[in-house]
């Protein structure tokens, strides 16, 4: 079964930057899959933040456009999450996921709080 680990949240301030890293087991061939970064808020539902595909194609939500940017690292078998420019409402888990035809992955997230 696949493991995901997540990594690198914490307290940042509003404006700052931090980098989220998602490291996938070392028996998948993780470049076949799909990966992508979702968050859920408190009182609020999960919702995908960034996904980047096997291909390397990405997209984002609108709400962080510009300032978030996905990764991976095939070699590594991870997958990076930049966040920059961060902002109160970004407070959230974040969750890793890997997705393949039927399959789907999910980390144990990773808390990331924006707070002065």
């Known amino acids: 079964q696949v493991q995901l680990v997540e990594s690198g949240g914490g307290l940042v301030q509003p404006g700052g930057s931090l980098r989220l890293s998602c490291a996938a087991s070392?028996?998948?061939?993780?470049?076949?899959?799909?990966m992508g970064w979702y968050r859920q808020a408190p009182g609020k539902e999960r919702e995908l933040v960034a996904r980047i595909t096997s291909g390397g194609s990405t997209d984002y939500a609108d709400s962080v456009k510009g300032r978030f940017t996905i990764s991976r690292d095939n070699a590594k078998k991870t997958v990076y999450l930049q966040m920059s420019s961060l902002k109160p409402e970004d407070t959230a888990v974040y969750y890793c996921k890997a997705d393949r035809r039927d399959l789907n992955y999910w980390g144990q997230g990773t808390q990331v709080t924006v707070s002065s």
């Open positions: 070392a028996s998948i061939f993780i470049s076949i899959y799909n």
